[in-house]
């Protein structure tokens, strides 16, 4: 979604609006780190330990599984930690206690908070019971910034913050990168760059990739997702669609979430709201949540709190469980309803086991 300021009050480098937007199993083995140089790649490239053991979540066909063999529906919320949570010492805290499983955290390279901040926001996850979806905003609709994103996600630092959680984690490369020029030839060679220089870094963690056009056009995903999984040595992709256009027809959604079945495409619903990005329409959110649940498809509601009370997307008024706005409270009725977690904490649906 393109970002909206309100009140003319932008935040910094990110305009107010939807677009401001237990313990940790340590395996026992030690990272080992290699130092490489590529005259593609300038600088030192760290790679995270290769062992053969499975580092946590896994895609097989279209369907996420932890490191367990339990079937995973990410189901949850985002959260805009960065400028006014730091750490996400409320908003995770009380996300958890809807039940949600997932949770994606908004960060961006600039300004620069430090990285203990952003490994405070993955510990927060973790220990709530949750995996964590860190996203990165600099190329949202700018496809120029996507190889930026894929520079900061490879210093040896936060590679070795990927590797402390990396049980728990999905990547998302880069929040909504391009607009709608972006051609697909263009989308296709820059994943395929961006999945090899993470994979070479030693990541093996899921890989998110979001749809082109700010997150709206599933065509993206539709036509490349089985070429880029195809590339992937890991075979470790998620896709993940942001219906945020105006007036969208039930067809479409079910169009898109049939399409992905049918070809095997593991898609998840990144974004949502129960209104459009100026909140000039009312979108068909929850039959949007109950056809992608039915077909075991994941989904994150935005956004937990903006940046403003007035943020008319907020589904919380002060950070805290409980504080509803009226969306909000439909929201969280069904992220308890529906959402999963593994075994002996897990809330509606049994957990499935890999076949």
């Given at each position: 979604m393109r970002p909206v300021s309100i009140d003319g009050a932008p935040a910094p480098n990110v305009a107010l609006g939807k677009r401001i937007g237990a313990a940790i199993v340590w395996v026992c083995s030690v990272a080992v780190w290699v130092v490489v140089s590529s005259c593609a790649t300038p600088g030192p490239v760290a790679r995270l330990r290769t062992d053969s053991h499975p580092p946590g979540l896994r895609v097989s066909g279209r369907h996420l599984y932890d490191a367990d063999g339990n079937r995973v529906v990410p189901i949850g919320a985002n959260v805009m930690t960065k400028y006014w949570d730091p750490g996400g010492w409320r908003s995770i805290s009380a996300l958890a206690q809807t039940g949600a499983n997932t949770v994606r955290i908004f960060w961006k390279i600039e300004p620069s908070t430090g990285l203990d901040a952003f490994e405070r926001n993955i510990r927060n996850a973790v220990e709530h019971g949750m995996f964590a979806m860190p996203s990165l905003w600099e190329a949202t609709g700018q496809w120029s910034q996507l190889e930026?994103?894929?520079?900061?996600?490879?210093?040896?630092?936060?590679?070795?913050?990927?590797?402390?959680?990396?049980?728990?984690?999905?990547?998302?490369?880069?929040?909504?990168?391009?607009?709608?020029?972006?051609?697909?030839?263009?989308?296709?060679?820059?994943?395929?760059?961006?999945?090899?220089?993470?994979?070479?870094?030693?990541?093996?963690?899921?890989?998110?990739?979001?749809?082109?056009?700010?997150?709206?056009?599933?065509?993206?995903?539709?036509?490349?997702?089985?070429?880029?999984?195809?590339?992937?040595?890991?075979?470790?992709?998620?896709?993940?669609?942001?219906?945020?256009?105006?007036?969208?027809?039930?067809?479409?959604?079910?169009?898109?979430?049939?399409?992905?079945?049918?070809?095997?495409?593991?898609?998840?619903?990144?974004?949502?709201?129960?209104?459009?990005?100026?909140?000039?329409?009312?979108?068909?959110?929850?039959?949007?949540?109950?056809?992608?649940?039915?077909?075991?498809?994941?989904?994150?509601?935005?956004?937990?709190?903006?940046?403003?009370?007035?943020?008319?997307?907020?589904?919380?008024?002060?950070?805290?469980?409980?504080?509803?706005?009226?969306?909000?409270?439909?929201?969280?009725?069904?992220?308890?309803?529906?959402?999963?977690?593994?075994?002996?904490?897990?809330?509606?649906?049994?957990?499935?086991?890999?076949?």
């Open positions: 930026r994103c894929v520079d900061w996600w490879v210093q040896p630092e936060v590679l070795e913050i990927i590797s402390r959680y990396e049980r728990h984690l999905l990547l998302n490369i880069a929040n909504e990168a391009g607009d709608a020029s972006v051609s697909m030839r263009q989308f296709e060679s820059g994943y395929r760059r961006a999945i090899t220089r993470l994979r070479e870094a030693g990541i093996r963690v899921p890989l998110v990739i979001d749809a082109a056009n700010w997150g709206r056009d599933e065509s993206y995903i539709l036509q490349t997702a089985t070429a880029l999984i195809a590339h992937d040595p890991e075979r470790n992709l998620l896709f993940s669609w942001h219906p945020w256009d105006d007036r969208m027809p039930r067809s479409r959604y079910t169009e898109t979430i049939d399409a992905a079945v049918a070809q095997e495409i593991p898609l998840i619903i990144g974004e949502f709201s129960h209104t459009g990005v100026f909140y000039n329409s009312t979108h068909d959110w929850r039959f949007l949540v109950e056809y992608a649940t039915e077909h075991d498809i994941g989904w994150l509601a935005w956004v937990w709190r903006g940046a403003d009370v007035s943020d008319g997307h907020n589904i919380t008024t002060n950070y805290l469980y409980g504080n509803w706005t009226p969306w909000g409270a439909q929201v969280v009725e069904l992220i308890e309803r529906y959402a999963v977690r593994g075994p002996g904490t897990s809330q509606g649906r049994t957990p499935e086991s890999r076949p």
